[in-house]
């Protein structure tokens, strides 16, 4: 079985200003990471994702995630936020063995940007 | 990028009726589709998988009674919710694996449909 930690339900950042947002999962098995982002009445869409490869792993909106396989951690970064940055963040797992199994996600954080 | 639609976005219901939820892939075709269930301010727990052409395979806890889904051609998957009650109200988000995309995990999540029961 797997799960997900995302350690923060709520972040607020100022504009301009550098966030993380942090994401641990467990699993007995490898995994592939999913990061999606969820706007104000909006579906969820996927920010980036780790399947292989690079340990380090970028958006083309800014964000980047490092997998580490040690602190079984996908942490998401962005160096500078935007007012539009504003959203739900999801961090998920799924089993690479698993062929059509879904998605695990963690509770979500809540990126916030004060002016 | 491919794009997952559901109808209706949001429907309210009296208990004891039953709500029809379809998702639809637009512009590919996806033989598994995935059905999440999303409680205010928490993350989606995974309800469901749905295989076109075989029976859906629930998580546990989830009642296939209840939520009754049909796969029946490669961009359609529908979520009946039977009887329904109070409790059963959320948003219920739908997701499609496009086999083409890379590795073929790439999963494309519908808009969600609020379901609320009176």
């Known amino acids: 079985a797997q799960s997900v930690t995302q350690l923060d339900s709520q972040v607020p950042v100022f504009e301009e200003a550098p966030v993380e947002l942090r994401c641990n999962y467990s699993?007995?098995?490898?995994?592939?990471l999913f990061w999606y982002v969820q706007y104000p009445n909006q579906g969820l869409q996927l920010l980036l994702k780790y399947l292989s490869g690079s340990t380090l792993v970028e958006s083309i909106n800014g964000f980047e995630a490092e997998f580490n396989k040690s602190q079984t951690s996908f942490h998401l970064r962005k160096p500078s936020v935007h007012i539009s940055d504003t959203a739900e963040y999801f961090c998920?797992?799924?089993?690479?063995?698993?062929?059509?199994?879904?998605?695990?996600f963690g509770k979500g954080t809540h990126l916030i940007i004060q002016p | 990028g491919a794009v997952v639609s559901q109808h209706p976005s949001r429907v309210i219901c009296k208990s004891g009726t039953s709500v029809k939820i379809e998702c639809r892939s637009l512009d590919f075709q996806a033989t598994t589709m995935f059905w999440y269930r999303q409680f205010p301010k928490q993350s989606l727990m995974l309800m469901a998988t749905?295989?076109?052409?075989?029976?859906?395979?629930?998580e546990q806890g989830v009642e296939k009674d209840k939520f009754l889904i049909n796969h029946a051609s490669l961009t359609l998957s529908t979520l009946t919710v039977t009887s329904a009650h109070p409790e059963d109200s959320s948003f219920y988000i739908c997701?499609?694996?496009?086999?083409?995309?890379?590795?073929?995990?790439?999963?494309?999540f519908g808009p969600g449909t609020r379901l609320t029961v009176t």
């Open positions: 998920a797992v799924s089993d690479p063995r698993g062929g059509a199994d879904g998605l695990t």
């Open positions: 997701s499609a694996r496009d086999p083409a995309g890379e590795l073929g995990y790439e999963q494309y």
């Open positions: 749905s295989n076109e052409g075989s029976k859906a395979t629930y």
């Open positions: 699993s007995s098995v490898s995994v592939y």
